[in-house]
């Protein structure tokens, strides 16, 4: 009986015992990650410490050690974790993975590519060292002699003996840098691991290649060849351009090269692809919680190894000079990293420290006020109007930064000098006016945008009746018209100075191209200049004309030919040709309209900072209140000052245009004949029109349109051509004053 008691008592003993186990190994297997980490955190931020010590003795902290050791082990707990995920998966499915093919086999050994990898990384360096240890000669240790005395001059900093003699130095370094290698060694293999797990999964194509691109980048980068890096971002980039990981692979190591400027640039290119993240799946999903633990702990560490560069910078002036710019974008980097993870309130706050630290700097302002611009914080935007109030004071004091002309314009239109500074070339635009002259521009503009709202919605309500009734003919004009002023954007105005009498009006630049640049460069002008045309034709029609001053057309024409005379030294006896040469018919008399003044130079071609991200945008500039104009001298001014397109797409232009004002006018579609005798006086304008521009071209300001009035008064001769071919009825009606013009331009271009 005694028997069987204890045998029941061991019994129990032997479960409670197997139960204990059971759970343990349970514990063990669900939550090994997590238990695995914090250990390798400590040995390995230890083990990095001990090595830094005796490698860079300059730069060692133990806050960046424990970093690197976070860092560390943060890849290997995604690592884990996957590990588990793939592993539970297995057991419910119960189906091993199959092998790949071809090249693809590669995928299925990562641990062997992890060790390969970090051999390739650091084996050098040891076998280097055991060489020397071994058998080197007097040479190599001469060599090392200049290593080995710089760290002998820098150990008593951090409380360490320099009794070492050069062979017990290099023995310590090996002592310390193999450990430090064996603990990195898993964060290698967990880093291939993830990747080549994540790529099985990947099955087309255009996956696989993303793949094929990041497993090259990451080895270029472990072995540091950083110009393979970058051609290689240059790659991803081109074949996946919503992606910002390319931009950020650039950027650090552009702000590893120093090369401070075009690091932030490619942060400032991820910025504007962050919208379009979620139109790609060509990205390493990650979670978010991850990705923000890791740039929270970056900025913490970076802000922290900053302030101590700053103390030293301030205790050390005399002795070491640490330069601005390396603090100020370092901070900067620090800041975007936390916007492109979503923490927009901790990159205002790494801005703001950055700004109590350097008030005087104006690329940090800029940056710093670009950011507040952002915020929905009605207080942070009022601080940024004081900044570029601040800025504007600057950039006027210091000759370092050039102001320098935007474009072909009248107006003190300025922006600063690309050579001056790259950075803030493209970021804002200072236009100088008079108080008067600014608020009936502003007035202009938002005429402007209430009408662009107002009649959108207006064609929507259209479409939706044409689509009830089937008309099909209808909808696709109606669609036209639509994309066209869906086309349509306005400059934006961020800040207003006043100085003396004047306004200095702060506006964000247009990142892109002129109209007028557009002419030469681009396939897609034909579609551009029809939306063009559409966003001119609602202008004209929407904008109110009541009360503005009217300019009475052969009035005008007369006093600019007359101001030729002293302007270039034209004879009086030309200048009573040239005015001979001007018709009064009534059958040109068209609308007077709002004068926009759209030449190619006053529509910005708007791509981004990433041409061909999202959809061109025509941005409108110059809204200052000029009167109003025959439509003509509008057309003039668009298609025929800097180009000379042929008769039957000038035509095509023309009724595009006509049929979009009539529509934005509520009236019906023009007649044929009605197109026609607009064409014709599209076509008389070019003369009154090219004489006027001559004038104004001939400044001495502007040296840079001097050689384009040859080229204007030779489309003028070409429409005088046109008339007689297509219009041969309108022509006859009035050769002698079309023989006269023909002669007064042959003789105006002999002076030019």
């Excluded at 063990?28 to 040995?43: D, K, Q, S, W």
């Excluded at 995928?107 to 055991?130: D, F, H, V, W």
């Excluded at 001014?637 to 934005?664: C, E, G, I, Q, V």
């Excluded at 300001?701 to 030779?714: A, F």
Aim: charged fraction near 30%; glycine fraction near 4%; charge should be positive.
């Amino acid at each position: 009986m005694a028997n069987l008691e204890e045998k029941i008592e061991n019994s129990v003993k032997d479960s409670r015992f197997r139960k204990i186990i059971s759970k343990t190994k349970d514990i063990i297997t669900r939550f090994y990650p997590e238990l695995i980490v914090p250990g390798y955190v400590a040995l390995s931020s230890l083990l990095i410490y001990r090595n830094d010590l005796f490698r860079e003795p300059e730069d060692v902290s133990i806050e960046r050690s424990i970093y690197r050791g976070l860092e560390t082990s943060l890849i290997l707990y995604l690592s884990l974790v996957l590990k588990r995920s793939k592993d539970n998966e297995k057991k419910r499915s119960k189906v091993t993975t199959n092998n790949q093919k071809g090249y693809t086999r590669i995928l299925n050994y990562p641990i062997t590519a992890g060790l390969i990898l970090s051999g390739i990384r650091n084996l050098p360096e040891i076998m280097k060292k055991l060489e020397l240890l071994c058998i080197g000669t007097k040479i190599q240790w001469d060599d090392y002699m200049t290593q080995y005395n710089n760290l002998i001059e820098k150990l008593p900093e951090h409380n360490i003996s320099t009794d070492y003699s050069p062979r017990e130095l290099l023995t310590e370094q090996l002592l310390r840098q193999i450990p430090a290698m064996l603990c990195i060694l898993p964060q290698t293999i967990a880093t291939t691991y993830i990747l080549f797990e994540i790529g099985k999964n990947f099955k087309d194509q255009k996956q696989k290649r993303y793949v094929k691109r990041v497993l090259q980048y990451v080895g270029n980068k472990l072995i540091g060849k950083d110009k393979r890096v970058l051609e290689l971002s240059d790659e991803m980039e081109e074949e996946f351009n919503n992606n910002i990981e390319p931009n950020i692979y650039r950027s650090s190591i552009y702000f590893k090269q120093k090369k401070y400027r075009e690091g932030f640039f490619e942060l400032k290119k991820a910025r504007e692809k962050l919208s379009h993240q979620n139109k790609t799946p060509y990205t390493f999903i990650v979670p978010t919680i991850v990705k923000r633990l890791n740039v929270l702990i970056n900025q913490t560490i970076g802000r922290h190894n900053l302030r101590r560069k700053i103390k030293r910078r301030r205790k050390k002036e005399n002795e070491i000079k640490l330069n601005e710019d390396d603090i100020v974008f370092e901070y900067c980097r620090l800041a975007y990293m936390c916007n492109l993870s979503g923490m927009q309130k901790t990159g205002l706050k790494i801005l703001d420290e950055a700004y109590q630290h350097f008030p005087n700097n104006i690329e940090l302002r800029t940056l710093y006020a670009q950011e507040l611009e952002n915020s929905k914080n009605k207080e942070d935007n009022e601080k940024a109007i004081d900044m570029h109030i601040i800025n504007y004071q600057t950039l006027k004091k210091q000759s370092k930064f050039k102001l320098v002309s935007c474009g072909e314009t009248t107006k003190q239109v300025s922006i600063i000098s690309m050579v001056s500074n790259p950075t803030l070339s493209s970021t804002y635009v200072y236009k100088k006016d008079s108080l008067k002259e600014t608020d009936k521009a502003r007035l202009n503009l938002e005429q402007a945008k209430i009408e662009k709202r107002k009649t959108l919605e207006e064609i929507a309500i259209e479409l939706e009746k044409e689509k009830s009734k089937g008309n099909d003919e209808a909808i696709r004009r109606i669609m036209k018209i639509k994309e066209g002023l869906e086309t349509l954007a306005f400059p934006e105005t961020i800040a207003e100075i006043k100085e003396d009498k004047n306004i200095i009006n702060v506006m964000k630049r247009g990142i892109g191209y002129t109209l007028r640049e557009h002419f030469n460069s681009d396939s897609t002008i034909i579609t551009t200049v029809f939306n063009v045309l559409t966003a001119m034709a609602f202008i004209h029609a929407k904008i109110p004309i009541e009360g503005r001053e009217e300019r009475d057309q052969k009035e005008y024409f007369y006093e600019r030919v007359g101001l030729l005379k002293d302007r270039i030294n034209v004879p009086n006896n030309l200048v009573n040709i040239l005015r001979e040469g001007f018709i009064v018919d009534q059958r040109l008399e068209h609308d007077y309209v709002f004068n926009k003044d759209s030449h190619p130079e006053n529509w910005i071609i708007q791509t981004g900072l990433i041409p061909g991200l999202e959809n061109k945008r025509l941005l409108a500039i110059d809204w200052d209140e000029k009167g109003i104009v025959h439509q003509t001298v509008e057309i003039v001014n668009f298609l025929d000052t800097f180009t000379n397109w042929n008769y039957l797409l000038k035509r095509k232009f023309t009724d595009h245009y006509l049929r979009s004002y009539n529509y934005f006018r509520g009236i019906e579609e023009p007649e044929k004949q009605e197109r026609g005798l607009f064409m014709v006086s599209c076509l008389d304008a070019m003369y009154s029109r090219s004489i006027e521009l001559c004038y104004a071209w001939s400044s001495k300001s502007r040296p840079s349109m001097h050689n384009c009035r040859k080229r204007l008064l030779t489309n003028t001769i070409s429409s005088i051509v046109v008339i007689r071919k297509k219009f041969p009825n309108f022509y006859s009606e009035h050769m002698t004053r079309y023989c006269i013009r023909n002669k007064a331009i042959k003789e105006l271009i002999k002076i030019m």
